[in-house]
Nanobody
Framework: EVRLVESGGGLVQAGGSLRLSCAAS????????IGWFRQAPGKEREGFSC????????YYRDSVKGRFTISIDNAKTAVYLEMNSLKPEDTAVYYC?????????????????WGQGTLVTVSS
């Protein structure tokens, strides 16, 4: 079965750090665009970071630039999101998603694989 498995969410104080993982199960991330999305209570799901496995290009939304880092392992079996200087407004359910042969993560409808989500709660 082809699926994405996220892990690493939890409760952290403001200013703290968390590392999320998105593991590819049943396939590898060879020639994929992989993005991180989040949905806060009462808000729409938003994309905030993306990486393309063919060239390693990355994208960050301004709200997380300089605090979050997306990376992919050499075997292309997992994508990571290092989150530092967390703020209460970062509280959300975080999802990873993947688009085969995608060049970016801008259009959520193109991302054919989605993880189950992991909750990140940042306390003030």
């Amino acid at each position: 079965e082809v699926r994405l498995v996220e892990s690493g969410g939890g409760l952290v104080q403001a200013g703290g750090s968390l590392r999320l993982s998105c593991a590819a199960s049943g396939f590898t991330f060879d020639d994929y665009a992989i993005g991180w999305f989040r949905q806060a209570p009462g808000k729409e799901r938003e994309g905030f970071s993306c990486i393309t496995s063919r060239d390693g290009n990355t994208y960050y939304r301004d709200s997380v630039k300089g605090r979050f880092t997306i990376s992919i392992d050499n075997a292309k079996t997992a994508v990571y999101l290092e989150m530092n200087s967390l703020k209460p407004e970062d509280t959300a359910v975080y999802y990873c998603a993947a688009d085969y042969r995608g060049s970016d993560c801008a259009t959520q409808a193109y991302l054919e694989l989605w993880g189950q989500g992991t909750l990140v709660t940042v306390s003030s």
